[in-house]
């Protein structure tokens, strides 16, 4: 495939805020990522000229972009909406991570006896705006999906694997320091 069409499909992911993981069970995604192993610093010229730079996690290619200030707040925001879905998900299974495989309802039937998991899932409900706890599981996984996160590797029984994508949630979440608070004692 020529390289034009490869950094078509390249920025057709990645634009949208998804990722390029190397254990993606997608034939096209396995292909593109192959190909950004051999050609990433050529493809990262690429996109730099047009203000997107190509990044490479853990297994993963996803872009980042210089963006201003004003963008912070959301920013923020995002990156809180991850941290609340992130610790469900640890509150589930706290070796939860890529290569999970899991089905929501595994989750959903743990909610009722798990008063934690509940809380949390309560907390969640102003993000899945979902009322029942097993279509506010569902919509986890659907948003953890749509951001290419996790795939379905069994529709019938809807398993979903956590793709290599999922280290930089995490690791995004472990980067954050904040510093206690010191108190001065006279």
């Known amino acids: ?107 959903s039937s743990i909610i009722g006896v798990n008063q934690n998991l509940k809380n949390k899932l309560n907390l969640l409900k102003r993000i899945t705006k979902k009322e029942k706890y097993d279509e506010s599981v569902n919509e986890l996984f659907e948003i953890l999906k749509k951001e290419g996160f996790v795939e379905v590797i069994d529709d019938l029984s809807m398993t979903y694997k956590v793709l290599n994508s999922f280290s930089y949630l995490e690791e995004l979440i472990l980067s954050i320091d904040i510093e206690e608070p010191t108190t001065n004692e006279n």
């Open 1 to 107: 495939m020529p390289r034009e069409n490869y950094n078509k499909q390249i920025f057709e992911i990645l634009s949208k805020g998804h990722f390029i993981s190397s254990n993606s069970i997608n034939p096209t995604q396995k292909k593109i990522y192959q190909y950004l192993e051999k050609e990433k610093e050529a493809t990262q010229d690429y996109f730099d000229q047009i203000g997107f730079y190509l990044v490479e996690g853990k297994d993963c290619f996803y872009f980042s972009r210089e963006e201003d200030k004003s963008t912070l707040k959301s920013k923020l925001e995002r990156a809180m909406r991850w941290i609340s879905i992130l610790d469900f998900f640890k509150s589930y299974d706290e070796s939860f991570g890529v290569g999970t495989q899991i089905t929501p309802s595994e989750i």
